[in-house]
Each structure stands twice: as structure tokens, then as C-alpha cells.
């Protein structure tokens, strides 16, 4: 069964096939340049954009993987959650495929997708496993059984910011640019770790919370005197995330007797909280999975992925009245949402 995979939730426009989970080609096209002088992503920018790139990025996709349109067998779409206009271009771009091939719509969970991003270059989840969320608007621990088939449980969220969201903001505050992710990985590099103790903010066991210490960073930026220790700043910042992040997803699948750890979205790229989750889920006896960073930050891939996993336990189509969820929570990898 040959999936096409569509994304369009933020500011990239992603398109991917894949055949019975394999990955055959793929196709990236961002805005993410047009939004750097706002610090941020415009929504009717990016929508535009999305717009704009769509026809091509099918084209170009489907050029790579070596297949033809009319081999497609169902049409995978992100329908939430994300920027309203950016998901309607992907979901209207979906329905007109779905409806001019006749074939299946399968209206996907963004974060479902960034998950079995991992199953691209990993193969199968096992029946059981905890999945750690890490991107731009989402931080979760996750209780996973079939992705296609089970209701997803919720371990832990953040309270507040998103761990993405305190790496762009603390990137901000020390004048690093946007994205900030991969700005302060970067400024790291040169940076000790343990050079300023910044606080591991906590909620519940498995729950998160990063506001307090985007708050501390930006203290300690105030107070500071003289020139600015940014590398220090951000391998100590970075060292705090990957700290709570990696401490509470190895104590989640210790107490559930879980013994594979997914890693998932677009800070799962971090060099950093990668190394720290090998080595701590070595010691628990933990099998670690993490996608390559080309499939951590979001794509059309990932949800050719999810599409490939619902076909295959033949899951229900989408009507073709789906509609958006820009705030859909994450209950399952299908969305069949309908505006009533
Ligand atoms: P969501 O998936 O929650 O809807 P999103 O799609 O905007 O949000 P992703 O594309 O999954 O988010 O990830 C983008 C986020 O990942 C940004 O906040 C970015 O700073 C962060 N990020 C990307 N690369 C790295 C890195 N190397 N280290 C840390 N963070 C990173
Ligand atoms: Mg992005
Ligand atoms: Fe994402």
C-alpha cells in the first residue's frame, strides 16, 4: 500500500510517500526565511507559502520516490494540531487528491506523526512503549500501545512553555536568533554545562514545566555585568532541559516496566538530549529510538508514516468533511474531526 503523506501545520510544507512503511522519497519546501525578521512564524505567511509550494513539493516528492500519482493508494494529512490557515491549505490540498484520485483520506495527529517518524528508520514500535515529545508547542510523556489502533495515555504535559518553545525563547534573550534550537546547540559546543546551576522546574512525576527557567535565564542575563558568557548560558540552559526531560522519561517506562523509549519532534535533534538519553537508558536497561534529525523537525514523511500504519490495520477514511482541530489533543492518530 502506497501512502502519500502531506504536512502543513507550521511553516513547512512537507510531502512524503511510503509504501508498507518504508520511506521512497520525500520533499521539504519552508518558509521558515520569511519569518526570521518577525522572530517568529507568521500564520498568514506561512499560509501563503504552504499555498504557493504545494503543487510542486507533491510533484517533486512523488518524482523522487520513482512512483506515479495514480499508483497512490490513500492521501495522509495533518488536520491538527497547528496554525489554523496553514493546516486548511494541507487539509483542502489533501481532499482534492483524495477526491480526483478516489482514493482514502486519512485526516493524521501532527504529534502521532513525529512519533512514528521513528518506525521510518527503525521499523515497528513494539506492543508497549513511552514516547517523550519534545517540539516546538508540545513537551508530553506518552503511554503507547498501537499507534494505530489504542488510545494514547497521557504520562505528563508541560504546564506551560514547551521545550522548544523555552530553546526560541532563551535563544531570543541571548540575542542568538530564530529558531532557537539548533542556535543554542550550536553556542553550546563551546560552553560548560555546569557553569551556572539553573533550576530543573518540575509539576507532577511525569509533568513538565520550562517557563520558570526561561525566567531564571533571562534574570541572570539582567543582572549580569559585563560581556555576556553566552556559551556558557546556553550549554547550562540546555544542560537543565535535557536534565528534567531525560530523568522523567527513563523513570516512566522503569515504573510502567516499559522497555523502549521513543524520542520524538523537533528538539529530539538535540545532540545533546540525545547523548544523555543513551547513556541514562543504557544504565536503566532501557532500549532508546530516536529518528535522525532530518526527521525530528517536522515533514511529510512522518505522516506517510502514520498513514502506512492505519491502512495496514485498516482503520476507518476520514470523511471527506473533515475538519481542521487546530488545538486537537493527542488521543489518537486519527483525526476524523467534522465540523458540525
Ligand atoms: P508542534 O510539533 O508542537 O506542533 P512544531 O511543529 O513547530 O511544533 P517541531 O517542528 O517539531 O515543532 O520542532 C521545532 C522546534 O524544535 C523548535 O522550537 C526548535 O527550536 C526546536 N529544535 C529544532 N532543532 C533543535 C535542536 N537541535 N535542539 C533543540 N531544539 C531544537
Ligand atoms: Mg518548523
Ligand atoms: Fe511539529
Not at 521512497?24 to 521558515?32: A, R, V
Not at 506515479?68 to 493546516?87: H, K, N, Q, R, W
Not at 521545550?163 to 563551546?190: C, S
Not at 555546569?194 to 514545566?209: E, H, K, L, Q
Request: with cysteine; hydrophobic share 45%; glycine share 10%.
Amino acid at each position: 500500500t502506497l501512502v502519500m503523506g502531506i504536512e502543513s501545520s507550521c511553516d513547512e510544507t512537507g510531502v512524503g510517500l511510503v509504501r508498507d512503511g518504508k520511506l521512497l522519497g520525500e520533499c521539504l519546501s519552508s518558509s521558515m526565511s520569511e519569518h526570521v525578521r518577525f522572530g517568529g512564524v507568521v500564520p498568514e505567511v506561512a499560509a501563503r507559502a504552504h499555498l504557493e509550494a504545494m503543487v510542486p513539493t507533491v510533484r517533486q516528492a512523488v518524482e523522487r520516490a520513482g512512483v506515479s500519482m495514480s499508483e497512490i493508494d490513500a492521501i495522509a494529512v495533518t488536520a491538527g494540531p497547528g496554525l489554523a490557515t496553514a493546516l486548511q491549505v494541507g487539509l483542502a490540498s489533501a481532499k482534492a487528491y483524495s477526491l480526483s484520485l478516489g482514493i482514502p483520506l486519512l485526516g493524521v495527529h501532527h504529534l502521532a506523526g513525529h512519533v512514528a517518524a521513528d518506525t521510518l528508520v527503525h521499523g515497528d514500535l513494539p506492543d508497549r512503549s513511552v514516547s517523550l515529545v519534545v517540539s516546538g508547542g508540545h513537551t508530553s510523556l506518552l503511554l503507547l500501545g498501537d499507534l494505530a489502533r489504542d488510545p494514547i495515555v497521557h504520562l505528563g504535559d508541560t504546564a506551560d512553555d514547551a521545550a522548544g518553545e523555552a530553546f526560541d525563547k532563551v535563544a531570543r534573550i541571548l540575542g542568538l536568533g530564530y529558531p532557537g534550537g539548533p542556535a543554542i546547540q550550536r553556542a553550546a559546543e563551546d560552553g560548560d554545562p555546569d557553569a551556572i546551576r539553573f533550576p530543573r522546574p518540575t509539576t507532577t512525576r511525569w509533568g513538565f514545566s520550562f517557563s520558570g527557567l526561561k525566567t531564571a535565564v533571562a534574570r541572570w542575563v539582567d543582572r549580569c555585568e559585563g560581556p555576556l558568557p553566552v556559551a556558557d548560558l546556553a550549554a547550562s540552559f540546555q544542560e537543565a532541559v535535557v536534565d528534567v526531560l531525560t530523568a522523567k522519561a527513563v523513570d516512566a517506562c522503569v515504573s510502567h516496566e516499559v522497555d523502549t523509549l521513543v524520542i520524538a519532534g523537533g528538539v529530539a535533534a538535540n545532540s545533546r538530549l540525545r547523548e544523555v538519553a543513551e547513556r541514562r537508558c543504557a544504565d536503566a536497561g532501557v532500549t532508546v529510538r530516536v529518528p535522525p534529525p532530518y526527521l525530528c523537525t517536522d515533514n511529510g514523511a512522518m505522516i506517510a508514516a502514520v498513514g502506512s500504519m492505519l491502512t495496514s490495520v485498516d482503520a476507518p477514511w476520514s470523511p471527506l468533511e473533515l475538519s481542521t482541530d487546530p488545538s486537537a489533543p493527542l488521543t489518537r492518530a486519527l483525526l476524523s474531526r467534522t465540523r458540525d
